[in-house]
């Protein structure tokens, strides 16, 4: 066969191939992704850093767990850091995603495999700005068993009733337990509903918050709440938690000014080190 033919026939071929398999190349698809809305407000990214230093120091997080935050100037994005230990972020390891968990600009940073969390919670969550993920190890237990989670005082009113559990068994059967799939980050955004967190059976808990300092400060009352509930439960006989309308009371009054006077000092503290 005259050569000329043959690599006329090898290139349509090619192409033919590319279309069916919806490969547009390089060009094609750096047009396709997603680009920053911009540079988010530094005392945002300050903020954030702050976020991740203080869950640290309060042991709420370890080496592993992350808190993200929306970006300021679009809902559809939000900010979290690469995934490095919290007590070390800086603003060197802030990235931008999309509410799909897609980063902006990786630039050669790792990610946290279970982004998802937060993107698919900011997803049917409007009033959430901010997501905490963590193993707080007093909590666990109330995700494993059968005694529920409840307020047992006023710092922690934000609990209300009590608090969902959502086990990854449900809808996935057996896995390594990360929420590491849009699929799975639905599963738990929809098992959290329209409360403050939702329990990881055998694994942590997802908290939100309408800003950083509130879903920090629930995090940090949550698992002080749950060391407190423990503690009265082992010391046996009834245990008085917080009635319903008096958690309810605490919430319309302001849940504490939101945080406000401990953000204050959690946040230089953080930002000092």
Same mark, same amino acid.
């Given at each position: 066969m005259n050569s000329s033919i043959l690599r006329t026939r090898c290139s349509f071929l090619t192409t033919t191939v590319a279309v069916l398999l919806g490969f547009a190349g390089p060009a094609a698809i750096a047009q396709n992704a997603p680009v920053s809305v911009g540079p988010a407000d530094p005392e945002l990214i300050l903020d954030l850093i702050a976020a991740n230093r203080t869950l640290a120091s309060y042991g709420i997080v370890d080496a592993y767990g992350h808190v993200s935050v929306r970006h300021?100037?679009?809902?559809? *994005?939000?900010?979290?850091?690469?995934?490095?230990? !919290?007590?070390?972020?800086?603003?060197?390891?802030?990235?931008?995603?999309?509410?799909?968990?897609?980063?902006?600009?990786?630039?050669?940073?790792?990610?946290?495999?279970?982004?998802?969390?937060? &993107?698919?919670?900011?997803?049917?969550? !409007?009033?959430? %700005?901010?997501?905490?993920?963590?193993? %707080?190890p007093s909590v666990i237990p109330f995700g494993i068993s059968s005694v529920p989670i409840k307020p047992v005082y006023h710092m922690s009113s934000f609990i209300g009733e009590g608090l969902p559990i959502y086990d990854i068994r449900d809808e996935s059967g057996m896995t390594d337990?990360?929420?590491?799939? &849009?699929?799975?980050?639905?599963?738990?955004?929809?098992?959290?509903?329209?409360?403050? &967190?939702?329990?990881? *059976?055998?694994?942590?808990?997802?908290?939100?918050?309408?800003?950083?300092?509130?879903?920090?400060? *629930? %995090?940090?009352?949550?698992?002080?709440? &749950?060391?407190?509930?423990?503690?009265?439960?082992?010391?046996?006989?009834?245990?008085?938690?917080?009635?319903?309308?008096?958690?309810?009371?605490?919430?319309? %009054?302001?849940?504490?000014?939101?945080?406000?006077?401990?953000?204050?000092?959690? *946040?230089?503290?953080?930002?000092a080190q």
């Open positions: 300021n100037l679009d809902p559809n *994005r939000f900010l979290m850091a690469g995934a490095r230990a !919290p007590a070390l972020v800086t603003e060197a390891d802030i990235i931008e995603y999309t509410l799909d968990g897609v980063p902006i600009d990786l630039n050669g940073r790792s990610q946290y495999s279970e982004r998802f969390i937060h &993107a698919e919670i900011y997803k049917i969550r !409007p009033d959430v %700005s901010s997501v905490v993920h963590n193993h %707080s337990m990360l929420v590491n799939n &849009a699929e799975k980050g639905s599963a738990l955004a929809t098992q959290l509903g329209d409360r403050t &967190a939702v329990l990881m *059976r055998g694994h942590g808990v997802a908290v939100t918050g309408e800003s950083i300092p509130f879903a920090v400060a *629930r %995090s940090i009352y949550l698992e002080i709440n &749950a060391s407190i509930q423990l503690q009265a439960i082992g010391l046996g006989g009834s245990v008085s938690y917080l009635d319903p309308e008096e958690a309810r009371r605490v919430l319309e %009054s302001g849940e504490n000014r939101g945080y406000d006077r401990p953000w204050e000092l959690w *946040r230089r503290d953080a930002l």
